[in-house]
């Protein structure tokens, strides 16, 4: 009970609306000292928490975003051998100074950094299977050895980290065990609306209701192989509007299904579900009471 | 009660473990739940749960272990109890006459005052848990086969954590009952076995230097195949028939394989009922579609892993004895059986993923190809057993999974 108050907590931010569970969720990583990771479906604004709680508490950010071919050790420290090389060849270079040719990584960086910063690991998932397991020790520790100089690096405030994940493996048990989770649900409507405002800030409202219900009404059909996210919505939103298409068009048919459908398997689906003379919902009830605005 | 919640869980067969246990603790002793049960709740599960697919499971034993102790005696009382949970020696806080009222209660009546704090908060935002139902609205010719329903959801604030546990609205990302493309890579994607082969392409520092001094300096460079994926896949499939009702998670199987960029070599061949002298490169299984299982056999060394879809339902006859293919036009007078044995003998590893229930798994040939091949359900959590099955160390629960 001490410490209870003993750090600082993450409130939000105006450009970021998160929900108050959330917001407990990054404070018990703050506090706990632990590793927050995020997952849910594309679209749900992960990456974008870590930059606002950097914001929110007024921190540095450092971001590493993963790729397949992403090492751990990438993330400490890259020792440029070949550079080296190169400059004992050439003389163009101090080559006995071993350090000029250590550069280190986001990770590494986050340790030596004289203050207190958030890193984001993004997308951990598109790394190799055992990528996470090789990050346990310096994240519990948060420490680790220079090989080459033997200089260890110490971190002298222990960095947020989070660490998002689109779900594309399964994470080590080893690795979960260490992390507070959250889960990001897909926005309602309500918050949808407030999503679509950020990008399209005039759009008719009565237009609106009838693309969101569409969109939910698309996500809400279990034989697509790919739903549309929010990325696809503020897309097709677009397209509508440069088209200038009616509302009466949009309320009757989905125009441009193409902006949401990514997979010949789901407007194939589609279309004949359209050609069979199929019905697309036009208000809020047709969608069930889950939906009641 | 409050170790209920931790063995609840274990019991669901969600992993937990005492790591996760004391971090809770510790973000209870540090007052992270805010003293109320929805931040309890929400902190255990951001703590002790770390896949979304077990958040029903928690849902379900949270609302078991925690029922009744909110509405029927208010914060302060769920306040009282939070801090037993924390350090179960101040139980006693209670007065005695508390104590007293919570013996009393029978589970009934907890759940009926339970639901009766839930109708009164829920008036605001309709009908609170009703379960409804959306099959039938289905757009694609489907009807009926949308899951039983959606719970309605109110708004996110306001709500009791109760409330929030018996929405189990993570109903659909449990893995052990539901099938999507995307679920089914994820499980595919253990499917590997690295080994450096084909073109150099990657950077051999060590020896690159190494050889840069051996060459007095000059810098030579040293290159070697990258590690990639060796895994050959051979699908066989079961097309037709008693196959037909699962035509949609099969063919969401085949999709997540087609989309697989990973493994070394795929091939898929379909069957009707049981593998005979042919098996068929296209599913319509026409007479030019045929190639004959023994040139599979041949062309294909034992390194491949062998993947057979199928309910493996059919009549005795079909399996057992010469002539026993049930189409007529197609004569084979080597029983299925064999056919299924020389598969089995020839391929290091090979698993027969069934997409009915295991339940009904006791017919007779059923029982009979289990014997040959181990046998998994196709849901997520049993594909990821059957590619262990394929790749994994030997000896691990091979034929146990259900």
């Avoid at chain 1, 237009?207 to 929010?230: A, C, N």
């Avoid at chain 1, 048919?253 to 902006?259: D, L, M």
């Avoid at chain 2, 599960?45 to 005696?73: H, M, N, P, Q, W």
């Avoid at chain 2, 990302?173 to 995307?182: C, E, G, Q």
Wanted: hydrophobic letters at 40%.
């Amino acid at each position: 009970m001490s410490q209870q108050d003993g750090f600082k907590k993450f409130h939000g931010t105006a450009g970021y609306i998160a929900s108050p569970a959330l917001v407990d969720a990054v404070n018990c990583a703050i506090a706990l000292e632990r590793p927050l990771l995020l997952k849910g479906e594309p679209g749900t604004g992960k990456t974008v928490l870590a930059k606002h709680v950097a914001e929110g508490l007024g921190l540095k950010m450092l971001s590493w975003h993963i790729k397949s071919t992403s090492k751990a050790a990438e993330g400490l420290y890259v020792y440029d051998t070949v550079q080296r090389l190169n400059d004992s060849r050439f003389g163009t270079g101090d080559v006995s100074d071993i350090r000029r040719y250590i550069k280190l990584g986001p990770l590494g960086q986050a340790f030596a950094s004289p203050e207190r910063v958030v890193l984001l690991i993004d997308e951990i998932d598109k790394a190799d299977l055992e990528f996470p397991n090789d990050l346990l020790r310096e994240l519990d520790e948060m420490r680790f050895t220079i090989v080459e100089t033997g200089e260890e690096i110490v971190a002298r405030h222990r960095p947020i980290v989070i660490i998002t994940s689109n779900n594309e493996k399964e994470l080590p048990d080893a690795f979960l065990r260490r992390c507070i989770f959250y889960y990001i649900e897909f926005p309602d409507p309500a918050l949808m609306r407030r999503i679509v405002a950020v990008h399209h800030p005039h759009l008719d409202a009565k237009l609106l209701d009838q693309v969101l219900i569409k969109f939910y009404w698309l996500r809400e059909q279990r034989e697509l192989r790919k739903k549309p996210s929010t990325s696809e919505l503020i897309d097709w939103i677009a397209a509508l509007v440069r088209a200038g298409v009616s509302i009466e068009k949009v309320e009757q048919h989905i125009p441009f299904v193409g902006a949401l459908l990514k997979k010949e398997h789901d407007v194939d689906a589609l279309q004949r579900y359209d050609a069979a003379g199929g019905r697309f919902p036009k208000s809020w009830a047709e969608l069930g009471p889950r939906y009641n605005q | 009660m409050f170790l209920d919640l931790f063995y609840g869980l274990r019991e669901e067969g969600v992993p937990v473990g005492i790591q996760e246990w004391l971090t809770f603790l510790e973000a209870l002793d540090r007052g992270l739940h805010g003293s109320s049960l929805l931040g309890f709740y929400q902190l255990g599960r951001a703590c002790l749960i770390k896949s979304e697919t077990y958040f029903d499971a928690y849902d379900r034993v949270f609302a078991r272990v925690f029922r009744g102790v909110e509405g029927a005696y208010g914060e302060e009382v769920v306040d009282k109890v939070l801090e037993w949970l924390r350090n179960p020696k101040n139980f006693p806080n209670l007065t005695p006459e508390q104590l007293a009222a919570l013996e009393r209660l029978s589970h009934d009546e907890l759940m009926r005052r339970f639901l009766e704090t839930l109708e009164k908060q829920t008036e605001r935002h309709d009908g609170g848990d009703k379960w409804i139902g959306t099959g039938g609205r289905s757009p694609f010719g489907h009807s009926g086969q949308h899951p039983t329903g959606i719970r309605v959801g109110g708004p996110p604030r306001s709500r009791s954590a109760m409330k929030v546990a018996e929405e189990r609205r993570f109903r659909d990302y449990r893995t052990d009952l539901s099938l999507d493309v995307r679920q089914i890579r994820v499980a595919l994607r253990r499917l590997r076995q690295l080994t450096r082969s084909g073109e150099a392409t990657e950077l051999d520092l060590d020896r690159t230097v190494d050889e840069t001094c051996r060459n007095a300096g000059e810098i030579e460079l040293v290159f070697r195949p990258p590690r990639r994926n060796d895994v050959r896949l051979l699908l066989l499939m079961d097309v037709g028939g008693t196959m037909d009702p699962y035509f949609e998670p099969v063919s969401q199987l085949l999709t997540a394989l087609h989309e697989e960029r990973g493994l070394r070599a795929f091939e898929a061949y379909y069957f009707h009922n049981c593998v005979y002298e042919h098996v068929y490169s296209r599913a319509r299984m026409y007479r030019e579609d045929a190639v004959p299982t023994g040139d599979l056999l041949r062309r294909l060394d034992r390194r491949w892993k062998v993947l057979i879809v199928g309910d493996a339902a059919m009549h005795p006859a079909e399996l057992l004895e010469p002539f026993g293919n049930i189409d007529p036009r197609r004569v084979s007078a080597t029983p299925g059986i064999v056919w299924l044995q020389r598969i089995a003998a020839h391929f290091d590893r090979a698993v027969w993923v069934n997409p009915e229930k295991p339940a009904y798994w006791d017919a007779d040939t059923c029982r009979i190809i289990r014997k040959l091949f181990p046998m998994f359900y196709l849901s997520v959590d049993g594909l990821t057993e059957a590619v262990q099955a394929l790749v994994g160390a030997r000896g691990v629960s091979l034929g146990q999974a259900h």
